[in-house]
């Protein structure tokens, strides 16, 4: 004899429960209802994943941004930084040979472009991707 009162699993409402084994749900109605919202959300699986990796997606998009901010802030400090160089120190032609040693890697000279009038050699600036002139003397 059961005395002790089942919590449908549907409707949350207590009852007596008629057999003795385990029984989840007051009616048959709750039973069944259960049973189909069980059902719907099995359906809604693919879509909650579809959900997720669109989720991805966008933290995929907001990473890609931070990157594109990090490197801007990067090449205005490297602008900063070169230019506070140049108003702080007028350039001597020391000063530039040396420069147009230390970055050998940068410039390359282009040999099929005539020396400018003035002397300045033509030079390719790796990092510009740009066509640059230098006086060597
Ligand atoms: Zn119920």
Do not use: H, W
Request: glycine content about 2%.
């Amino acid at each position: 004899m059961e005395s002790y009162l089942y919590t449908c699993q549907y409707c949350s409402k207590e009852y007596k429960p008629n057999r003795r084994k385990k029984q989840k749900y007051c009616s048959n109605s709750c039973r069944v209802r259960s049973f189909k919202i069980r059902n719907t959300q099995t359906k809604n699986l693919p879509v909650k994943v579809s959900q997720d990796s669109e989720k991805l997606k966008i933290e995929k998009m907001s990473f890609a941004g931070i990157g594109n901010a990090a490197l801007g802030t990067l090449a205005v400090n490297l602008a900063t930084n070169l230019l506070s160089n140049d108003e702080n120190k007028p350039a001597t032609k020391k000063d530039l040979k040396n420069l147009i040693t230390s970055l050998k890697q940068r410039y390359y000279p282009i040999l099929n472009i005539p020396v400018r009038r003035d002397g300045a050699k033509a030079y390719f600036d790796m990092e510009s991707k740009s066509l640059v002139y230098f006086k060597q003397k």
